[in-house]
């Protein structure tokens, strides 16, 4: 296991295999235009299994598949068996909008999928069509059925809470996932890359969820006892009536100290942070012949050099607003969210 200057160990991978998405919500992708990496530059599943391998032999044991949209990416299930077939991995996850994970499903468990995260910030389909300008809200109810017929179990419905648009529905979709079987998780709306309407006010905070749950559940929501030690993101409560949610309070109760956490772009980019600047370009080592150790070296120096922190330094950001303003993210698509995966 490697360490980061923070003493961090690195032992999860996300891995975004595509920069392309079906949906635009707009705390991702608010743009009408975007610039894509080029289709010659995306890793091949042969790449991307060889580097899950080296990552591995490093300590990392959890992967997780996300984008843009990753049933976009076709044949994933080839993908998700060689991963799968691999030694030492504790989870292989996938993040999805749903909108296309009804067909898919089954073969995806049949391939060795162990968990899916499904998106859901509605239960509204004029909601989903205007904030996200998508009409496939049937399709995501639809892949949260599927996912569930196919055997999945352990199913997370993640919902990023913004003011104003879905947060007078977070009891509806507790209720939601409830009986889907499923376990409802609020985000906080975050400043990333993409998220250039950014505003602190319409951050709904950990503290006013739990507020609202408790106003109606009749009781606060009692914190878990594994929340303790725990290296994930989201925190777990347990309603008075038993049912569990996670909020994922990264905007204003970040978790930086216990950060596992490293990504992998679809065209090879390593970064140590969802807020990092740049990312190591692993592409021209990966075909211009290096050996797994030199490219293990250098993910090894990599996070060793590790100082990242970014949600916490954000947090402190004097007159915080949107990360970066439009024309950075033309200049640069790795900076967008839907380029580095949530
Ligand atoms: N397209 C897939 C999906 O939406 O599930 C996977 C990629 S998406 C970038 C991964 C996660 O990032 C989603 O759960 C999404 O809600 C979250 N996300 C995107 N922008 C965000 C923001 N500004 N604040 C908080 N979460 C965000
Ligand atoms: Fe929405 Fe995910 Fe697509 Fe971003 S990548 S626009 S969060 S569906
Ligand atoms: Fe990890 Fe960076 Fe997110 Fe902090 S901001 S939790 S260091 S990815």
């Given at each position: ?293 030199e490219i293990a070296a250098l993910l090894r120096a990599a996070w060793q050099a590790r100082e990242d922190r970014g949600a916490e330094q954000r947090a402190h950001a004097p007159d915080r607003g949107a990360l970066y ?18």
């Amino acid at each position: 296991m490697i360490i980061d200057r923070f003493g961090r160990p690195l032992r999860s991978l996300r891995i975004s295999v595509t920069d392309r998405c079906n949906m635009r919500c707009r705390y991702c992708m608010p743009e009408e235009k975007y610039t894509w990496l080029p289709r010659g530059s995306i890793l091949s599943f042969e790449e991307l299994d060889r580097l899950a391998g080296i990552f591995l032999g490093l300590g990392v044991d959890k992967l997780r598949l996300t984008g843009g949209e990753p049933l976009l990416r076709a044949d994933l299930p080839v993908l998700v068996a060689r991963l799968a077939a691999r030694a030492g991995l504790q989870d292989l996850a996938l993040t999805t909008n749903g909108i296309l994970l009804a067909p898919q499903a089954e073969a995806l468990r049949r391939a060795g999928l162990r968990r899916v995260t499904i998106s859901l910030d509605t239960l509204r389909p004029e909601r989903m069509l205007a904030f996200a300008r998508s009409p496939g809200h049937a399709d995501v109810l639809a892949g949260i059925r599927a996912a569930r017929e196919a055997g999945f179990t352990g199913t997370k419905l993640n919902a990023v809470v913004i003011r104003g648009y879905n947060d007078d529905e977070l009891v509806d979709l507790v209720e939601f996932a409830r009986q889907e079987g499923a376990e409802m998780r609020f985000i906080e709306y975050m400043d990333v890359g993409g998220a250039n309407q950014w505003t602190g006010g319409a951050v709904v905070s950990r503290r006013e969820m739990l507020a609202r749950l408790a106003a109606h559940y009749g009781g606060p929501a009692e914190p878990l006892a594994d929340n303790a030690g725990s290296w994930a993101p989201a925190e777990r409560f347990r309603l008075p009536d038993g049912t569990v949610v996670g909020i994922i309070a990264s905007t204003t109760e970040p978790f930086c100290r216990t950060c596992d956490r490293a990504r992998l772009t679809a065209d090879g980019h390593f970064l140590l942070c969802l807020y990092a600047d740049t990312g190591l370009d692993l592409r021209p080592p990966l075909r211009d012949g290096a050996s797994d150790a030199e490219i293990a070296a250098l993910l090894r120096a990599a996070w060793q050099a590790r100082e990242d922190r970014g949600a916490e330094q954000r947090a402190h950001a004097p007159d915080r607003g949107a990360l970066y303003q439009l024309a950075t993210l033309r200049a640069d698509p790795r900076k967008e969210m839907h380029t580095r995966g949530g």
